[in-house]
């Protein structure tokens, strides 16, 4: 009786049918029993899964991308980052982007040192936070930026295809930076990878208008095979995400299926001022939210917003008059804020959250006390990789 009861409370905090877990849950978890894209996922991995599922329960993790790197007026200072500067705290989960790292430069395409990148993601994981990586791969066929749609692409680097050995290669200098990432035992620091991202848009090349279902479907089984299989990385959570959808129908149309997914998320931007402007958000927000927690559940994945921003915060009450009503009360595991890149061409400043003098940085304070959010302070008690 007291066995029945162990499996039955973990089938129900971790929304994983009976079926799928064994007599051992919770000692001893397996990626097998968690359903992982890896079967031999390390140990830290396989509890990263395990505690954001958990976790999702209990509140929001917020992430930032770029956090520790540069803010508002700053860049590369030791410990400091701008939701620090804001809250005191710093984000729960870390997000990174590798694209150039394909062309062996030594910095991302936001300028961000590779070395310094990897300083900074062992800094946030000895915190006990989580890393999440993107990749604004070049286009392989014809060398320039991931914005630059050429058709043909994909084919192109899929098995049998022209650029297929050159993608291979891309995909090992990617093995050499994500093999690094080891903790202070030596263990691998585990990662969310997040390849091919808004892929129901058509801006990058391997958008929507650029090939097929099929061949999209193709490239993530090979991209994961290739890393899982030939590689040996067995410390990644492969993210699928799209940008905005309007139904389930539209979210799966280019899902690699339940074999090749971890985490699913998508994308979202506000765009507009004002009160209908909100108003629209928080709907769309809570529309996709809904879709993508039955999707979680029914296929036993992690939920998450990938990405959201509103450009400079031009809404004062903005975090907890509109953001928090379109998330609060949905179970999803992180969402992630995009970068406080700072000053631009023409004086212009490109920033997502707030920095300490910033408009919003109040509410943002309270946004933060809320107990539906976590941060930095709130998941190191949880010790999510043990």
């Not at 209990?58 to 007026?73: E, N, P, S, T, W």
């Amino acid at each position: 009786m007291k066995k029945y009861f162990v499996i039955l409370f973990a089938s129900t905090i971790l929304n994983v049918p009976l079926n799928v877990l064994n007599a051992q849950t919770g000692v001893g978890a397996s990626a097998q029993q968690y359903k992982l894209v890896d079967p031999q996922a390390t140990k830290e991995t396989v509890n990263l899964f395990k505690n954001l599922n958990r976790l999702r329960s209990k509140g929001i993790m917020f992430a930032h991308q770029d956090d520790l790197a540069y803010g508002v007026g700053w860049k590369y200072e030791p410990g400091r980052s701008d939701i620090k500067d804001v809250t005191g705290d710093y984000p729960a989960v870390y997000g990174w982007e590798l694209g150039h790292l394909e062309l062996d430069s030594a910095v991302n395409l936001d300028g961000v040192p590779f070395g310094s990148m990897q300083k900074f993601i062992r800094e946030a994981y000895d915190r006990g936070g989580v890393i999440t990586i993107s990749w604004h791969l070049r286009n392989p066929l014809t060398g320039k930026t991931a914005w630059n749609p050429a058709p043909g692409t994909v084919t192109s680097i899929l098995p049998g295809g022209e650029k297929n050995e050159l993608y291979k290669r891309w995909l090992d200098k990617l093995t050499g930076f994500l093999s690094a990432l080891k903790g202070s035992k030596g263990e691998y620091i585990p990662v969310i990878f997040r390849p091919f991202h808004e892929l129901n848009g058509s801006w990058f090349w391997w958008g929507k208008d650029h090939c097929s279902p099929a061949e999209l479907k193709s490239l993530w089984e090979f991209t994961v095979s290739y890393l899982r299989d030939k590689k040996s990385l067995h410390h990644l959570l492969y993210a699928f995400n799209t940008d905005k959808f309007s139904s389930q129908e539209e979210y799966l149309e280019r899902y690699p299926g339940d074999a090749w997914v971890d985490v699913i998320g998508f994308d979202v931007y506000q765009r507009g001022k004002g009160d209908s402007a909100n108003r629209q958000f928080i709907a769309q927000v809570q529309n996709m939210l809904g879709v993508l927690e039955l999707l979680a559940t029914t296929k036993q994945k992690i939920p998450a917003i990938t990405e959201f921003g509103f450009g400079q915060v031009p809404d004062s009450l903005w975090w907890t008059n509109t953001l928090w009503k379109a998330v609060s009360g949905h179970k999803i595991a992180y969402m992630l804020a995009w970068r406080n890149a700072g000053a631009k061409a023409g004086g212009f400043s490109e920033f997502y959250v707030p920095y300490k003098s910033h408009a919003s940085a109040a509410n943002f304070v309270e946004f933060y006390k809320l107990p539906g959010t976590f941060f930095q302070k709130d998941i190191s008690r949880e010790s999510i990789y043990k």
